[in-house]
């Protein structure tokens, strides 16, 4: 055989090895936000200022909502305990540059995924924990009834937000002529419609449910009304450029998805160690270490799980019909139960 075409057969050879080690499954390398994290001991969580159901925190300063749970999951995976969280809380205006600049680790604050903060803000977002809407509340002795029926009405709004640009959009789209009213805390806001000030407070619907529980003197006095002026998919955020951070807080929610759905919960993770589903045994690290492919170990799933719960733990809690602002499951069911929640397959 001439020599030149033994070398092209060993050049080949070469390159298809090389093509196979590149799909052979490695460990995932640490990145800086993940040494640091571990450094610290701690996850340091931006949340909100205040907002029952998703970040609010009591007396005693323990938080509980659906975004502290995320962040509570992120730290049993990867920390191994979930209360090693710090807690930051940050406005509106605050949260992009605490993420942008390093002063937090994962933005976990009801904020909407959006193409302009997808890619213009540093920011990647990991998944979607609550499907919502904007919507309006008003008194019930008025006669607003329909989002419609606001031609000319004062709206409180938050600057800073989505809901502010949405709110213009729909005015103008239907000729109403709203007139907002613009502060740049949430308390602020909520605190002028309560005090009568404005005729309709706007925000996302989950959002217009926690302030009128926590806020009104008489929740029954204030009606939400029926439409929803838009799509606020909200979920947590990490800063861009750390793939490996990225990774982990994806999967954690999307683990505590699957984990719902294949009937894992917070009571029976430990004898469900045993079953025999093929899925249940990879997300709960009996059969496979999916952990490694993350710079986890093989139980991370199973720690956010026992410690935290699953995703349909976590939406009760805090915000399902059996808790204090007792919202629909809705678009949040899971996608075989009537809703849109959907998680890729750990595997």
Request: aromatic letters at 8%.
């Amino acid at each position: 055989m001439p020599q030149n075409i033994t070398r092209l057969t060993a050049t080949k050879a070469l390159a298809a090895a090389a093509l196979a080690a590149s799909f052979t499954a490695t460990p995932a390398f640490a990145g800086k936000t993940i040494d640091a994290i571990k450094a610290r001991g701690q996850l340091v969580c931006g949340v909100g200022t205040g907002l029952a159901g998703f970040s609010a925190a009591d007396s005693a300063g323990n938080w509980t909502g659906i975004d502290v749970d995320v962040c509570k999951a992120i730290a049993a995976s990867l920390l191994g305990d979930a209360n090693k969280v710090k807690w930051v809380p940050l406005s509106a205006q605050q949260r992009f540059t605490a993420l942008q600049s390093g002063e937090i680790d994962i933005l976990s604050r009801n904020t909407t995924w959006s193409l302009t903060r997808d890619a213009s803000l540093g920011a990647s977002f990991t998944g979607v924990t609550y499907y919502d809407g904007q919507g309006f509340m008003v008194t019930t002795k008025g006669k607003i009834r329909s989002a419609k029926q606001l031609k000319g009405a004062t709206v409180c709004v938050q600057s800073g937000t989505t809901t502010e640009k949405n709110l213009t959009d729909f005015s103008k789209s239907n000729g109403l002529g709203i007139k907002p009213v613009v502060f740049e805390k949430l308390e602020a806001a909520t605190g002028a419609y309560f005090a009568g000030r404005c005729q309709a407070y706007t925000t996302d619907a989950s959002g217009l449910a926690s302030s009128r529980n926590k806020e009104a003197k008489v929740p029954a006095d204030h009606l939400i009304l029926p439409e929803l002026i838009s799509k606020e998919p909200l979920g947590p955020a990490v800063r861009r450029g750390d793939d490996e951070f990225f990774a982990i807080a994806k999967w954690v929610l999307f683990a505590m998805i699957e984990a719902e759905e294949y009937g894992i919960t917070q009571a029976n993770v430990d004898q469900q160690k045993t079953s025999a589903d093929p899925v249940v045994q990879r997300i709960l690290g009996v059969s496979e270490d999916t952990g490694k492919l993350l710079g986890l170990d093989k139980e991370w799933a199973y720690r956010a799980i026992k410690q935290v719960g699953n995703y349909g733990e976590i939406f009760e809690r805090n915000v399902g019909p059996k808790s204090a602002l007792g919202l629909p499951r809705g678009l949040n069911n899971l996608w075989n139960k009537g809703g849109i929640q959907y998680a890729p397959p750990v595997r």
